[in-house]
């Protein structure tokens, strides 16, 4: 399962999904499960090897894989449901990437279209029944990657993942 796991977040991550104190340009996605009643889950337990996918060291020595899992835990905890290390009713795996080297075009004032760096950000949640494997809801995040002090990314994070688990 967890080979799976890993495969599904690699191809999500590669397809483009991306996630940035300004959160106006964070674009978040949800699905669901109609089937699935997600009242029914109440114990989780987070896929081992979850987290940041290039974990580059930040110059302030900002953990954001220790954030990213405190917050998906706050959320989830605010939502009733309870982290597990054994028998959970769900499984939670999500990775995060930046690619600082994204480019994208504009068109300047004459019409003429330019290419300029733009830096992005990408982050994918997937929530997975632990009994069948089925995947019960997928979310995705994406934004601009800013070089922003660890309080405003912690606050664009936190914001992205609130989004994401708000269907719950």
């Known amino acids: ?65 220790a954030e990213m899992q405190q917050m998906i835990n706050t959320e989830l905890a605010k939502k009733g449901k309870t982290l597990v290390t054994k028998d959970p009713d769900f499984y939670v795996a999500y990775a995060a990437g930046t690619d600082m080297e994204a480019v994208k075009e504009k068109l300047n004032a004459a019409g003429k279209k330019t290419i300029e760096k733009s830096p992005e950000a990408a982050m994918v949640l997937i929530l997975i029944d632990a009994d069948t494997g089925v995947i019960i809801e997928i979310s995705t995040a994406e934004g601009e990657a800013k070089n922003l002090p660890a309080e405003d990314v912690k606050k664009r994070l936190n914001y992205a993942i609130k989004e994401m688990l708000s269907g719950l």
Request: proline content about 0%; hydrophobic content about 40%; glycine content about 10%.
């Open 1 to 65: 399962m967890s080979k799976l796991l890993k495969g599904v977040i690699a191809v999500l991550m590669i397809a483009g999904f991306s996630g940035c104190t300004n959160t106006s340009d964070i674009h978040v996605e949800a699905l669901k499960s109609e089937k699935v009643n997600l009242d029914g889950y109440k114990t989780y337990e987070i896929v081992e090897g979850s987290g940041i996918v290039d974990d580059t060291k930040r110059a302030d020595n900002l953990d954001l894989n």
